[in-house]
Protein backbone atom coordinates (compact mmCIF):
# COMPACT_ATOMS: atom_id res chain seq x y z
CA UNK A 1 0.00 0.00 0.00
CA UNK A 2 1.42 3.61 -1.31
CA UNK A 3 0.88 5.64 1.96
CA UNK A 4 0.23 9.39 1.03
CA UNK A 5 2.80 10.96 2.08
CA UNK A 6 1.18 14.35 2.21
CA UNK A 7 -0.76 13.09 5.20
CA UNK A 8 1.92 11.37 6.88
CA UNK A 9 5.29 12.89 6.56
CA UNK A 10 8.31 10.38 7.55
CA UNK A 11 10.24 12.23 10.57
CA UNK A 12 11.67 9.56 11.89
CA UNK A 13 13.78 6.38 10.71
CA UNK A 14 15.91 4.26 12.41
CA UNK A 15 17.17 0.79 11.36
CA UNK A 16 18.14 -0.69 14.65
CA UNK A 17 18.81 -4.27 13.64
CA UNK A 18 19.74 -5.72 10.29
CA UNK A 19 18.12 -9.02 10.59
CA UNK A 20 15.01 -8.10 8.96
CA UNK A 21 15.17 -7.38 5.43
CA UNK A 22 11.50 -5.32 5.31
CA UNK A 23 11.20 -2.85 8.42
CA UNK A 24 7.99 -2.60 10.35
CA UNK A 25 5.63 0.73 9.69
CA UNK A 26 4.69 2.56 12.51
CA UNK A 27 2.06 5.52 12.27
CA UNK A 28 2.44 7.24 15.29
CA UNK A 29 2.42 10.38 17.40
CA UNK A 30 4.37 10.78 20.58
CA UNK A 31 1.39 10.39 22.93
CA UNK A 32 1.50 8.14 25.66
CA UNK A 33 -0.13 5.37 23.86
CA UNK A 34 2.40 6.22 21.17
CA UNK A 35 5.75 5.93 23.19
CA UNK A 36 4.55 2.57 23.98
CA UNK A 37 4.57 1.39 20.98
CA UNK A 38 8.16 3.33 19.80
CA UNK A 39 10.10 2.21 22.90
CA UNK A 40 8.89 -1.40 22.27
CA UNK A 41 10.58 -0.94 19.08
CA UNK A 42 13.46 0.43 20.30
CA UNK A 43 13.79 -2.19 23.42
CA UNK A 44 13.43 -4.89 21.30
CA UNK A 45 16.10 -4.17 18.55
CA UNK A 46 13.44 -4.50 15.81
CA UNK A 47 13.65 -2.41 12.45
CA UNK A 48 11.43 -0.30 11.90
CA UNK A 49 10.29 2.83 9.66
CA UNK A 50 8.04 5.60 11.64
CA UNK A 51 5.43 7.98 10.01
CA UNK A 52 3.54 10.94 11.86
CA UNK A 53 -0.31 10.73 12.16
CA UNK A 54 -0.84 14.25 13.72
CA UNK A 55 -4.28 13.53 15.37
CA UNK A 56 -3.84 17.36 16.35
CA UNK A 57 -5.09 17.20 12.50
CA UNK A 58 -7.35 14.88 12.24
CA UNK A 59 -5.24 12.82 9.93
CA UNK A 60 -6.04 9.51 12.14
CA UNK A 61 -9.92 10.07 10.27
CA UNK A 62 -8.46 10.63 6.40
CA UNK A 63 -10.05 7.38 4.83
CA UNK A 64 -6.24 5.89 3.86
CA UNK A 65 -5.47 5.64 7.67
CA UNK A 66 -8.42 4.02 8.56
CA UNK A 67 -8.08 1.20 6.40
CA UNK A 68 -5.03 0.37 8.35
CA UNK A 69 -7.00 1.43 11.95
CA UNK A 70 -10.79 1.40 11.59
CA UNK A 71 -10.77 2.46 15.02
CA UNK A 72 -9.12 5.92 13.98
CA UNK A 73 -7.15 6.10 16.51
CA UNK A 74 -2.41 6.26 17.28
CA UNK A 75 -1.05 3.61 16.89
CA UNK A 76 -0.44 1.29 14.15
CA UNK A 77 1.71 -1.29 12.89
CA UNK A 78 2.42 -3.01 9.75
CA UNK A 79 5.07 -5.69 9.38
CA UNK A 80 5.00 -7.75 6.31
CA UNK A 81 7.24 -9.93 7.52
CA UNK A 82 3.80 -11.53 9.74
CA UNK A 83 2.79 -14.85 10.74
CA UNK A 84 3.86 -17.71 8.24
CA UNK A 85 6.03 -14.50 5.99
CA UNK A 86 2.58 -12.96 4.85
CA UNK A 87 1.76 -9.01 5.91
CA UNK A 88 -0.08 -8.08 8.91
CA UNK A 89 -1.74 -5.13 10.13
CA UNK A 90 -2.37 -4.22 14.03
CA UNK A 91 -4.14 -1.41 16.17
CA UNK A 92 -4.62 -1.31 19.47
CA UNK A 93 -1.74 -1.00 21.68
CA UNK A 94 -1.85 -4.04 23.80
CA UNK A 95 -1.71 -6.17 20.96
CA UNK A 96 0.78 -4.41 19.08
CA UNK A 97 2.99 -5.09 22.04
CA UNK A 98 1.96 -8.75 22.66
CA UNK A 99 2.63 -9.23 19.02
CA UNK A 100 6.33 -7.09 19.13
CA UNK A 101 7.14 -9.37 22.25
CA UNK A 102 6.37 -12.71 20.91
CA UNK A 103 7.89 -11.42 17.77
CA UNK A 104 11.34 -10.27 19.62
CA UNK A 105 11.34 -13.00 21.79
CA UNK A 106 11.48 -9.62 24.68
CA UNK A 107 9.86 -8.85 27.70
CA UNK A 108 7.17 -11.12 28.15
CA UNK A 109 8.39 -14.64 29.21
CA UNK A 110 7.05 -18.03 27.66
CA UNK A 111 6.91 -19.45 31.24
CA UNK A 112 2.86 -19.65 31.63
CA UNK A 113 2.81 -18.05 34.86
CA UNK A 114 5.11 -15.21 34.52
CA UNK A 115 3.61 -14.37 31.09
CA UNK A 116 0.19 -13.73 32.67
CA UNK A 117 1.38 -11.73 35.33
CA UNK A 118 2.99 -9.29 32.82
CA UNK A 119 -0.35 -10.01 30.88
CA UNK A 120 -2.39 -8.90 33.72
CA UNK A 121 -0.44 -5.85 34.85
CA UNK A 122 -0.94 -4.85 30.74
CA UNK A 123 -4.36 -5.04 30.79
CA UNK A 124 -4.36 -2.83 33.74
CA UNK A 125 -2.84 -0.54 32.23
CA UNK A 126 -4.86 -0.63 28.87
CA UNK A 127 -8.43 -0.86 30.79
CA UNK A 128 -7.77 1.42 33.76
CA UNK A 129 -4.43 3.92 33.93
CA UNK A 130 -5.15 4.80 30.21
CA UNK A 131 -8.77 5.66 30.19
CA UNK A 132 -8.80 7.29 33.46
CA UNK A 133 -5.38 9.22 33.08
CA UNK A 134 -6.43 10.41 29.93
CA UNK A 135 -9.97 11.93 30.89
CA UNK A 136 -8.24 13.54 33.60
CA UNK A 137 -6.24 15.23 31.46
CA UNK A 138 -8.81 16.01 29.20
CA UNK A 139 -10.64 17.57 32.11
CA UNK A 140 -8.02 18.90 33.83
CA UNK A 141 -5.02 20.25 31.13
CA UNK A 142 -7.07 20.15 27.69
CA UNK A 143 -10.40 20.86 26.02
CA UNK A 144 -12.66 19.66 29.11
CA UNK A 145 -11.63 22.56 30.97
CA UNK A 146 -12.80 24.95 29.01
CA UNK A 147 -15.95 23.54 28.21
CA UNK A 148 -17.23 21.70 31.08
CA UNK A 149 -17.93 24.41 34.28
CA UNK A 150 -19.29 21.53 36.52
CA UNK A 151 -16.46 20.22 39.29
CA UNK A 152 -17.68 16.51 39.12
CA UNK A 153 -15.60 15.06 36.09
CA UNK A 154 -12.61 16.79 37.27
CA UNK A 155 -13.11 15.85 40.96
CA UNK A 156 -14.05 12.19 39.71
CA UNK A 157 -11.16 11.50 37.08
CA UNK A 158 -8.86 13.53 39.50
CA UNK A 159 -9.54 11.13 42.80
CA UNK A 160 -9.70 8.10 40.49
CA UNK A 161 -5.95 9.06 39.04
CA UNK A 162 -4.93 8.84 42.09
CA UNK A 163 -6.11 6.20 43.43
CA UNK A 164 -4.52 4.03 40.43
CA UNK A 165 -1.30 5.75 41.46
CA UNK A 166 -1.64 4.14 45.10
CA UNK A 167 -2.63 0.63 43.16
CA UNK A 168 1.02 0.95 41.44
CA UNK A 169 2.14 2.42 44.52
CA UNK A 170 1.52 -0.77 46.71
CA UNK A 171 3.00 -2.97 43.84
CA UNK A 172 6.10 -1.21 43.31
CA UNK A 173 6.63 -1.48 47.55
CA UNK A 174 7.90 -4.81 46.46
CA UNK A 175 8.87 -5.22 43.40
CA UNK A 176 11.16 -4.07 41.06
CA UNK A 177 8.77 -3.89 38.33
CA UNK A 178 4.90 -3.89 37.62
CA UNK A 179 5.32 -7.98 36.61
CA UNK A 180 7.96 -9.05 39.26
CA UNK A 181 12.03 -8.60 38.53
CA UNK A 182 12.14 -8.22 35.07
CA UNK A 183 11.37 -5.24 32.98
CA UNK A 184 8.13 -5.93 30.65
CA UNK A 185 5.92 -5.09 28.33
CA UNK A 186 3.51 -3.74 31.43
CA UNK A 187 5.76 -1.69 32.47
CA UNK A 188 6.48 -0.05 28.62
CA UNK A 189 3.11 0.38 28.47
CA UNK A 190 2.66 2.08 31.64
CA UNK A 191 5.31 4.50 32.67
CA UNK A 192 4.82 7.01 29.59
CA UNK A 193 1.41 7.76 31.09
CA UNK A 194 2.37 8.66 34.40
CA UNK A 195 5.07 10.47 32.90
CA UNK A 196 2.13 12.56 30.92
CA UNK A 197 0.73 13.78 34.46
CA UNK A 198 4.22 15.43 34.81
CA UNK A 199 4.87 16.70 31.31
CA UNK A 200 1.78 16.24 29.14
CA UNK A 201 -0.55 17.45 32.16
CA UNK A 202 1.35 19.56 34.48
CA UNK A 203 -0.08 17.76 36.81
CA UNK A 204 2.31 16.68 39.53
CA UNK A 205 0.93 18.64 42.22
CA UNK A 206 -2.98 17.97 41.25
CA UNK A 207 -2.03 14.22 41.63
CA UNK A 208 0.12 14.35 44.66
CA UNK A 209 3.08 12.54 42.25
CA UNK A 210 5.84 12.84 45.23
CA UNK A 211 2.83 11.22 47.65
CA UNK A 212 4.43 7.67 45.38
CA UNK A 213 7.85 7.52 46.02
CA UNK A 214 8.28 4.00 44.35
CA UNK A 215 6.16 5.08 41.54
CA UNK A 216 8.35 7.90 41.02
CA UNK A 217 11.60 5.62 41.20
CA UNK A 218 10.30 2.97 39.27
CA UNK A 219 9.39 5.79 36.02
CA UNK A 220 12.74 7.28 36.45
CA UNK A 221 14.34 3.99 36.28
CA UNK A 222 11.88 2.64 33.38
CA UNK A 223 12.31 6.23 31.20
CA UNK A 224 15.66 6.83 31.83
CA UNK A 225 16.44 3.36 30.25
CA UNK A 226 18.35 4.65 26.61
CA UNK A 227 15.87 3.04 24.59
CA UNK A 228 13.28 4.43 26.41
CA UNK A 229 15.10 7.93 25.69
CA UNK A 230 14.91 7.17 21.89
CA UNK A 231 11.80 5.72 21.43
CA UNK A 232 10.32 8.81 23.49
CA UNK A 233 11.47 10.70 20.65
CA UNK A 234 9.85 9.02 17.72
CA UNK A 235 7.33 11.17 16.29
CA UNK A 236 7.32 14.28 18.12
CA UNK A 237 4.82 17.02 18.42
CA UNK A 238 6.08 20.11 16.64
Not at 7 to 36: C, D, F, H
Not at 49 to 75: F, S
Amino acid sequence: MVINDRLWRSSYTRKVSEIMSQPITLYSLATPNGQKVSIALEEMGLAYEAHTVDIRKGEQHDPEYLKLNPNGKIPTITDPDGPGGEAITIMETGAILIYLADKSGKFLSKDSRERMETLQWLFFQIAHIGPMFGQFGHFYAHEGKDECDHPYPLRRYQNETKRLLAVLEERLKSNAYLAGEEYSIADIATFPWVGCLDWGYHAREAVSLESFPHVMAWHKKCSEREAAKRGAEVCPFE
